[in-house]
């Protein structure tokens, strides 16, 4: 089977990785791999470099932003068309038998898109659920674009249903970023204690803050508000470096005037062990909720980016206040009751098997009989 798997970002790279692994090892698949998006921008760590340390063939690249653009929402549209466009040759050029897309991100998206046009299957990560911004609306779209789904949740799998999907082309899996952080190989802590400056045996939180697309003009705001709360608190604070979605110059603008540690990325296996040892995640990443109950780790969700998502009881909700922000941060951090709670909780999205049952559901599936012809389900 050959399978056409594209890369925007860290986000989605995070969750193929372990399914590209498993691929790559087994010679019943064939990869084509192309890579787009920030992974491909200096400003946001190059991750391009990372997929390709990390051993896989990179088989095309198509830019998808332009350095001096301006930081809108139309140009978000802009960059999505062209890789809608130049996708189409390299599907007409590698003529893969699956398109393997995923999430709510916009390369992602534009594959699923013109795939389903020139009548390839394609199988969809992490459909179903419930997010906020564009990415709402962006995620059920690509469902209504697919033909499988993986879903990693029972709740995710219900809303397919309801919209419209079949149950037969439906398969819980689970989250596959939760298998990279189950199977990726320890650091010694004193070894990046040294190489960030930290000390884990104290008080050190990871934050990882986007824009909200459909409140683009507000994100300065938000983000000098969480600075706000961070600057009260005695804790060590590392920020990631936001994904480019409109509204993020004036973040990142901000972490890097703030006097705070920042990354721009990092390679999975620092970032993984980095998180490993971080004692809460701040900010509004989906990370926030597929990945901190499996570290048993607190996570303080601002705002409206993950509204309406299925949470474990370690996520902490509050709006973009200053005062609300550092009440949650010291719960997460000093709340020894909380922390013992959070030290019990189960991962509502997994326990790091997703990418086995994709391999193995994929080996298995007989795409003669996927019809490309999607036909709304109404249970009859």
């Known amino acids: ?221 938000q983000i000098r508000e969480t600075m706000k709360a961070l600057q009260t608190i005695e804790a060590q604070v590392v920020f990631l470096l936001p994904n480019n979605d409109a509204g993020h110059s004036k973040i990142i603008e901000e972490i890097k005037s703030s006097g705070f540690t920042w990354i721009p990325s990092l390679p999975t296996l620092k970032f993984v062990n980095l998180y490993r040892n971080a004692w809460a995640l701040v900010g509004n990443s989906s990370s926030g909720i597929h990945e901190t109950p499996t570290l048993k780790i607190p996570a303080v969700n601002i705002g409206n980016r993950q509204m309406g998502r299925e949470r474990a009881a370690n996520v902490i909700d509050v709006p973009n206040d200053a005062s609300q922000i550092q009440l949650a941060i010291k719960k997460a951090l000093f709340d020894q009751d909380f922390r013992k709670m959070v030290s019990q909780i189960k991962n509502p999205y997994g326990e790091g098997q997703s990418a086995d049952q994709i391999v193995q559901i994929l080996k298995n599936l007989d795409l003669a009989t996927v019809s490309i012809q999607k036909i709304f389900y109404e249970g009859k």
Do not use: W
């Open 1 to 221: 089977m050959k399978v056409f798997v594209l890369i925007e970002r860290r986000a989605d790279y995070s969750r193929y990785k372990p399914i590209l692994e498993k691929m790559k090892a087994d010679p019943f698949f064939e990869i084509y791999l192309v890579v787009t998006g920030i992974c491909l921008l200096d400003l946001h760590g190059k991750d391009v470099n990372y997929i390709e340390n990390d051993g896989f063939t990179i088989d095309a690249k198509i830019p998808m932003f332009d350095s001096n653009a301006p930081d809108s929402g139309a140009e978000m549209v802009r960059s999505m068309a062209r890789v809608l466009r130049d996708v189409t040759f390299e599907l007409e050029k590698s003529k893969p038998d699956l398109v393997l897309s995923g999430f709510d991100i916009g390369g992602n998206f534009a594959v699923t898109v013109a795939a389903a046009h020139m009548n390839i299957p394609v199988a969809h990560i992490q459909g179903g659920e419930v997010t906020g911004s564009i990415d709402e609306s962006i995620r059920h779209a690509m469902s209504k674009f697919s033909h499988i789904h993986f879903p990693a949740t029972e709740d995710a799998r219900n809303r397919l249903v309801r919209l419209g999907e079949n149950p037969k082309d439906i398969y819980v899996v689970g989250c596959p970023s939760i298998d990279v952080l189950v199977n990726t190989p320890s650091i010694n802590p004193k070894e990046l204690e040294e190489e960030f400056g930290l000390d884990f045996a104290k008080p050190f939180v990871l934050v990882i803050q986007h824009p909200v697309t459909t409140e683009a003009m507000s994100s300065i705001d």
